[in-house]
């Protein structure tokens, strides 16, 4: 079964901590995973992909098979990184993205 | 460039009534998509097309029907609404291939039913 499983619906933190969303997910093979984003009032966008192994707003992601893990990390949070992250899989048949449920971020002072 | 527009931004109908979503992408790309939001069940897929005249059944399709006459547009139909259709709906496209990671959103259609 493909499946992405975001455990935390929201994770308050404060500004310049560290952050660490979690994603864990369900896939045959080698899979394809992604992270979004949704800040207020903006279109949902893309953030970053395995694939492209890059750091984008000073957040990163490894994909770890052995713990069917893809965290998005960022080492000192800010508050302008408040949004929904969703975390994504490309499914099987290379057609669409399973989204899992989202994680709330909030960053506050 | 517009990217990726949908029609209406908010809607409210009644529990019976029909209602037709349209969606509308001016980047020439092959695939489009139908997703819901609802709070703490995330994204969730209804229908998708890969192309002009095809379409597929995502994860959540009961009681929805789509059509992709134009490569363009990507029409999202309620034929008899029900209250637990009440969400957010997304529209989104990508180019083909390797290119399916990164999708396109659309502003987002707000529909209540009552």
């Known amino acids: 079964a493909q499946r992405v499983t975001q455990p935390e619906k929201l994770l308050s933190v404060f500004k310049g901590a560290p952050v660490e969303l979690k994603c864990n997910y369900s896939?045959?093979?080698?899979?394809?995973l992604f992270w979004y984003v949704q800040y207020s009032r903006q279109r949902l966008q893309l953030l970053l992909r395995h694939i492209s192994r890059e750091s984008i707003k000073g957040f990163t992601a490894d994909l770890n098979k052995g713990e069917t893990s893809f965290h998005l990390k960022k080492p000192f949070a800010q508050e302008e990184d408040s949004a929904m992250y969703y975390c994504?899989?490309?499914?099987?048949?290379?057609?669409?993205?399973?989204f899992g449920k989202g994680t709330t971020l909030s960053v506050s002072s | 460039n517009a990217g990726v527009t949908q029609t209406p931004k908010f809607r409210v109908l009644k529990t019976g009534q029909s209602m037709t979503l349209l969606c509308a992408q001016d980047?020439?790309?092959?695939?489009m998509y139908w997703y819901r939001q609802d709070p703490g069940m995330g994204l969730r897929l209804i229908h998708y097309?890969?192309?002009?005249?095809?379409?597929a059944k995502g994860e959540v399709p009961d009681g929805y029907n789509v059509s992709r006459l134009k490569k363009q547009n990507f029409l999202l139909g309620l034929e008899s609404a029900a209250p637990s259709q009440t969400s957010v709906y997304f529209c989104a496209s990508t180019e083909s291939g390797a290119h399916t990671g990164e999708l396109f959103f659309g502003e987002g259609s707000r529909l209540t039913v009552l």
């Open positions: 097309s890969v192309g002009e005249g095809t379409t």
């Open positions: 896939y045959s093979g080698s899979p394809e």
């Open positions: 980047m020439n790309h092959e695939y």
């Open positions: 994504a899989l490309r499914n099987q048949a290379g057609t669409a993205l399973i």
